[in-house]
């Protein structure tokens, strides 16, 4: 089954969220933490391996 090219506009907003989500730690929040904080507490995801639950 393929994807449609076309999304609406609830989809489009929910994976782009994700997207932003997926993003590492920048390096100053670890600077300033001292370490403590080094990975999101959202796990990194890649689009092509990792579906997401609802679209």
């Not at 907003?13 to 990975?39: D, E, Y």
Request: glycine share 4%; charged share 40%.
């Amino acid at each position: 089954m393929k994807m449609a090219r076309n999304k609406d506009l609830p989809s489009k907003l929910r994976r782009a969220k994700r997207m932003k989500q997926s993003r590492s730690v920048p390096n100053w929040v670890v600077r300033r933490t001292g370490g403590r904080v080094r990975t999101s507490p959202y796990s990194r995801r890649e689009w092509r391996n990792t579906r997401l639950k609802r679209d």
